[in-house]
């Protein structure tokens, strides 16, 4: 199968909605992010922590701000592939 075709097969990415609720970092240089994930039909509140490979992914993104994130489970935890500002999700309303 060539390259090209085998990119058609991936599923897209699914994007997240989250609130970064805060990062910290542990002894051996690895990084992680705690995200308050928006609830889901019967799903409460949660927070989880995310794995993130490179620092600057949180570049300009403070505590508190409301994101979009995709994650992979790589090496055996959660990692944050890719993560971005949203706009806050209004209550009742659609949230994309």
């Not at 970064?20 to 990084?31: R, T, V, Y």
């Not at 592939?81 to 209004?90: D, F, L, M, W």
């Amino acid at each position: 199968m060539s390259a090209a075709a085998a990119q058609t097969n991936e599923p897209p990415p699914v994007f997240t909605r989250a609130r970064l609720a805060s990062s910290f970092d542990e002894p051996g240089g690895k990084h992680y992010v705690r995200l308050k994930l928006l609830p889901r039909s019967k799903m409460p509140f949660t927070t989880q922590t995310f794995r993130l490979p490179d620092r600057s992914l949180l570049a300009d993104i403070p505590e508190g701000t409301w994101v979009k994130f995709t994650s992979r489970h790589i090496d055996g935890e959660n990692t944050v592939t890719s993560i971005h500002t949203v706009a806050e999700c209004q209550r009742f309303q659609p949230c994309d």
